[in-house]
């Protein structure tokens, strides 16, 4: 039995994705998270084989919960299932270890048979995502992309850098290296171009 912790913070889909995995034979979903940091901890108590997780979610996204669940070397093998066909989002997630990466619009078999085949060892990618994620580049480094995030979220240079223990001139340089970078003129236009991307 293939068992499975799901992590989404729209209860319907939630409910939906919990339904259709029950129905298959050999896969139990044997607990469900609304975000993040509630998965991390049920990750602890469950110890499923797999972690079924959204990109974005209250508190921590699935992103950072893979990137934490990488860390800790925590045997515990990861899935996104998102929205987001965006290839930034892929090559993060790979960076973070994930085994597997589908969209929510592909049939539920392709994902009982994704999950199966990450429980395997294998990986389980959309393989048009791939393919892009292939052949764009990313720009940004990690704290580039951290204080864009933040910059984007309306906090100034001066928060930012409380925030991040940084100089008031170093988040200035940053933002300023992001932008040039994204071929943009100043930082909402990053922040838009970033996001649309999967950057951030």
Excluded: C
Excluded at 76 to 89: D, N
Aim: hydrophobic letters at 45%.
């Amino acid at each position: 039995m293939i068992r499975v912790l799901l992590a989404e913070d729209q209860a319907m889909v939630r409910g939906a994705l919990t339904a259709l995995l029950n129905l298959e034979a050999d896969i139990e979903v044997v607990g469900t998270a609304a975000d993040g940091e509630s998965a991390w901890r049920e990750l602890q108590r469950l110890r499923p084989d797999l972690l079924v997780t959204d990109i974005e979610m209250p508190g921590l996204t699935g992103l950072e919960l893979a990137q934490r669940i990488h860390r800790h070397a925590w045997p515990t093998r990861v899935v996104i299932v998102t929205t987001f066909a965006r290839a930034g989002y892929l090559r993060r997630a790979l960076d973070a270890g994930v085994s597997g990466y589908l969209l929510k619009d592909a049939p539920a078999d392709q994902l009982a048979a994704a999950l199966r085949k990450v429980h395997a060892g294998g990986r389980a990618i959309d393989p048009q995502l791939a393919l892009e994620a292939w052949n764009e580049a990313d720009p940004l480094n990690d704290r580039e992309r951290q204080v864009l995030r933040l910059a984007g979220e309306g906090l100034s240079a001066g928060d930012i850098a409380r925030q991040l223990s940084l100089s008031q001139g170093t988040v200035r340089n940053y933002l300023s290296e992001a932008i040039g970078k994204l071929g943009v003129s100043n930082r909402i236009e990053a922040y838009r171009l970033a996001r649309q991307r999967g950057l951030l």
